[in-house]
């Protein structure tokens, strides 16, 4: 069992790879390198999710692909948040289409 946190192995086994990785090819090696049983790999796969979401060495380049942000150019990288589409809602931004509420009959208690 490797004395290194989850988030380093992962750094440098993409430093090896030299490509992009699906998040559960990475998540693999990273569990075989940490010799972790399959109820360990159960209980870390979410906390490893979020620390390569959040370490800023790392990118998801789509299609559930991370790489090295070092990689990739900073336009590549970042997600331009003014070409989001933004439907127009109520005044507290939120747009719920709303449903008509429909009788319901209950005939179990006859």
Known sequence: MSTKSMINIAYELMVKKRKPVTFLKLWEDVATMMGFNEQQEEDN?????????LDE??????ENKWDLRSRHTFVESVIDTDELIIE???EDG?????????????DDYN
């Open 94 to 106: 939120v747009y719920v289409e709303e449903e008509p509420i429909k009788d319901v009959v209950i």
């Open 88 to 90: 127009e809602g109520d």
């Open 57 to 62: 060495r790392f990118v998801c380049i789509g």
């Open 45 to 53: 796969i979410a906390q490893f999710y979020n620390d390569v979401s």
